[in-house]
């Protein structure tokens, strides 16, 4: 008996721990090389395993396991090949087979050959067709979707997120934000019965785990204080709608606000390094370029990948470059190149309606700017009551780096840009 043996691979240089979220392959079944056999949830991403030989797979580890980096995964018998292939010459001579056959010699010689081809894919397609990977089985079961009504386009008909995603999302809108808006909405949608105790218990996910254990650490960790402002977005309004046509004619892409506030935060971080730095031990460590992370909502929670030297890009290129992060964050297919870095983080709860909120550092960075819901309000501009689209704006910072008075400045200066455009535009 000739064994090999699976073992978790190293994946990125911060993971240490991955946990088994699902089998792909049955045990004792038999597996070709390169075939997917399980799915591994990292604190970033869900990573298929593929099998490194062909054989039998024996199972060692269970679903929902943590295995750290090296441990033993299953085992895969390669002596089954060759009994497997001995046992499928045979079934020519078995009686059903001659009674089903009609007295034509050349028939009878060559139904054994085409049984003998088609039964080992009808084997290895019939676990995975129809069977939801565990991010998009968890998307389906949100929407109350069956997996039968949802056509699979993965390996041998498996249905993965991007197809979950697709079939509850056909119509919607490509921002970030919105992806996470079912998770919002699932409690709502579910039926109570009164005076209902029930109870359930369900296991955090691993990017869930890590998501609260950054979060407290962050809380900890910090000095986090949090100072507001409001600014008047009409100026953007109406410089959005008089040049939107001609941008998406030429471009291909809607100018949003995310790229025009992602310009407006780098020209003043580099304006002001001390809110663009980050303590490292006894060290600040300031940047001559901006990276800004981009939150964004995904079903399995909060991803934050940066947009690379915001600072030297067109708006074109941001909005493509945040699509395309958003598009992979729904598709769970960023890379853990992708998810590092950042200098500087942008999130936008607005998208929920929230007015105001207090958002949490994102470490090692020193500074994160929540914009909110933009709500028209009565104003008082030039001795006038006017209605005005107006947003809160809030910027969370450590003051072990950041002093107050220059997160009051960060947001002032950032407001003077956004209030009027033309000279974030012409660079004044």
Known sequence: MSIVEMKVPTIGESITEVTLSQWLVPDGSFVKIDTPICEFESDKATLEFPAEASGKLIHVAAENDDLEIGALVAKIDTSVQEEKEEKEEKPSSSPEKEKSTPPNDKKSESEPETSKQEEPKIEESSYAEGHPSPAAAKILREKG????????????????????????????????????????????????????????????????????????????????????????????????????????????????????????????????????????????????????????????????????????????????????????????????????????????????????????????????????????????INGQVVIRPMMYLALSYDHRVIDGSSSVTFLVNVKKLLEDPVTLLLDL
């Open 145 to 380: 979707i069956e997996p039968e009504s949802v056509e699979g386009s993965g390996k041998g008909g498996r249905i993965t997120k991007e197809d979950a995603l697709n079939a509850e999302m056909t119509s919607s809108s490509p921002d970030p934000d919105i992806l996470a808006k079912s998770e919002v909405e699932k409690t709502a949608k579910k039926p109570l019965t009164s005076f209902s105790r029930e109870t359930r218990r369900e296991k955090m996910s691993r990017m869930r785990r890590t998501i609260a254990t950054r979060l407290v650490s962050a809380k900890n960790n910090t000095a986090m204080l949090t100072t507001f402002n409001e600014v008047d977005l009409y100026e953007v309004m109406e410089f959005r709608k008089k040049y939107q046509d001609r941008f998406v004619e030429k471009h291909g892409i809607k100018l949003g606000f995310m790229s025009i506030f992602a310009k407006a935060c780098a020209k003043v971080l580099l304006e002001m390094p001390e809110v663009n730095a980050m303590i490292d031990g006894n060290e600040f460590v300031y940047h001559d370029y901006v990276d800004i992370s981009i939150a964004i909502s995904t079903p399995n929670g909060l991803v934050v990948p940066p947009v690379h030297n915001v600072e030297s890009l067109s708006f074109q290129e941001i909005e493509f470059k945040i699509k395309e992060l958003a598009d992979k964050a729904r598709k769970g297919t960023l890379s853990l190149e992708e998810m590092k870095g950042g200098t500087f983080t942008i999130t936008n709860g607005g998208i929920f309606g929230s007015m105001l909120s207090t958002p949490i550092i994102n470490e090692p960075q020193s500074a994160i700017l929540g914009m909110h819901n933009i709500i028209e309000r009565p104003v008082a």
